[in-house]
């Protein structure tokens, strides 16, 4: 996960993905759909309700044609800021092991600004071309899911 230089111990620059939306909403509305863990996985359009399953203190998201997602609740701060772990699949289920996906809702005007921070792929796999590749498909795929929570919670 980390890279050793001249004895500082640094992150990876790519470790992470940060992207932010504007929202003409309230910040209740759209804490309403990004506190709900898994939201984000679909293709383009949030689903109205997904079927989701609780195991012990993980949320498991089935989605029809993405099979099945594992979730960690780790922080909630109601209405403004939700971390979830995103239990990859290649890491066997272990926190130590995942991404950390991280939502932030900042009053901005008549709405919110929504942002979202993804962070950990580096401990994904010791090999940084595996992990860049994991990392790869989401840094699109976050600017298409906050286009989508605007849809949604707009109601367009």
């Known amino acids: 996960m980390y890279q050793q230089t001249d004895d500082v111990t640094q992150l990876d620059p790519l470790d992470r993905i940060e992207k932010s939306i504007d929202i003409e909403a309230s910040a209740e509305k759209v804490w309403g759909l990004v506190s709900r863990p898994g939201w984000w996985i679909n293709d383009g359009v949030v689903d109205d309700e997904p079927l ?59 709405g919110v600004t929504l942002s979202v921070t993804e962070s950990g792929f580096a401990g994904l796999s010791p090999d940084r071309e595996e992990w860049l590749a994991d990392r790869a498909g989401n840094v699109d795929g976050w600017d298409t899911e906050l286009v989508a929570a605007r849809a949604y919670v707009d109601g367009s």
């Open 52 to 110: 989701l399953r609780e195991e012990g203190e993980v949320t498991v998201l089935s989605h029809p044609e993405h099979g099945e997602f594992r979730l960690l609740t780790v922080q909630s701060e109601r209405p403004s800021y939700v971390a979830f772990r995103w239990l990859h699949a290649s890491t066997d289920g272990r926190p130590e092991r995942s991404t950390l996906v991280e939502f932030r809702i900042v009053p901005r005007g008549a």
